[in-house]
């Protein structure tokens, strides 16, 4: 391979390494703590994240009908990948209740955040546009079907237990959707936006990628990582290794290229959600196995999409 491919797959992937390292170095140093990262959290995803989809969205004027292929594509291989962990699942976890974790921590990426900073570095504002109509869909759908899991695994009952209902309500009111569906009218119909606002829209869109990924360093427990149980293990091989192989190859077949078959590559390469620890702890499950998942996968799909890209940025399909 040259020293071009080479250069390109560490250079998605190396600066957002860094970042996590320094979140790590900052915890360990007290720089920043719990309260830090639960502030930056909350900045990130109610007003700077939305921002930059909102942007990446409004002042991209292609034609909406040019993304509709792949926000189907997108629909369908959630729903298809939920369905196969689902089927897995019993054959894989012995106990009843983790299983729902399993396919959760599968399947539930964490596209919104590392998706969009991967997108970011190897494509632009071009492979952000782009992610922001693939994430659309998932985004809900990865809420939704969570909750369907989950329901179906801890089947014993909780208090807390969200139903139905407050999840569509949460899905709704959810920042990052808010602010892809305000910005698809001005991509739709063409309509600038003022310089002075997507300037100041930039600001605020700069802080995302940067602050999330120095509290996701920052959040990491190794101590929780090294006494994963097998089931982690599993999540983890499905989460960075079998899916994102079946969705590029998925993706390949469906007539993807270029820079859309990348971002496809990109955002299903990502680590389980941390949203899905929340999920999991609210609704009564094994949190330290939701934690663990995460932890691996935050670490793994790193390297294995590095790799990944190299392969595919040899073989001249991205």
Not at 15 to 20: E, G, I, K, R, S
Not at 177 to 185: R, S, V, Y
Request: glycine letters at 10%; one cysteine or more; a positive charge.
């Amino acid at each position: 391979m040259s020293w071009e491919t080479w250069s390109f797959a560490f250079s998605v992937t190396v600066p957002n390494l860094l970042m996590l390292i320094i979140g790590i170095l900052m915890r360990g140093f007290h720089l920043i703590d719990d309260n830090f990262c639960d502030a930056a959290s909350r900045l990130v995803f109610n007003l700077a994240l939305p921002c930059l989809l909102f942007f990446s969205i409004a002042t991209n004027h292609s034609s909406f009908q040019q993304y509709a292929p792949l926000m189907l594509y997108g629909a369908l291989s959630t729903i298809a990948t939920y369905l196969l962990l689902e089927f897995a699942a019993p054959f894989l976890v012995k106990n009843p209740r983790e299983r729902g974790i399993f396919v959760q921590g599968g399947f539930r990426g964490n596209a919104a955040i590392l998706g969009v900073a991967y997108c970011s570095m190897a494509f632009g504002s071009e492979g952000v546009a782009i992610a922001s109509f693939y994430i659309v869909i998932t985004v809900i759908l990865f809420n939704v079907l969570s909750v369907v899991t989950l329901t179906r695994s801890l089947s014993t009952g909780s208090n807390g237990r969200p139903d139905f209902l407050s999840v569509m309500r949460g899905v709704i009111t959810n920042p990052l959707i808010i602010g892809i569906l305000l910005g698809l009218p001005f991509s739709l119909f063409s309509v600038s936006l003022p310089e002075v606002l997507v300037h100041t829209g930039q600001y605020i869109s700069g802080l995302a990628l940067p602050l999330a990924l120095l509290c996701t360093g920052a959040s990491l427990d190794f101590r929780a990582m090294f006494r994963a149980s097998n089931v982690a293990v599993l999540a983890c091989i499905a989460r960075i290794v079998v899916i994102p192989g079946l969705l590029f190859l998925g993706g390949w077949l469906f007539g993807f290229r270029g820079v859309s078959l990348g971002v496809i590559f990109l955002l299903s390469a990502t680590p389980t959600a941390a949203a899905s620890y929340v999920m999991t702890r609210a609704m009564g499950g094994n949190a330290t196995l939701a934690a663990n998942i995460i932890a691996m996968t935050t670490l793994g799909s790193f390297f294995t999409t590095a790799l990944g890209l190299l392969f595919l940025r040899g073989s001249g399909l991205i």
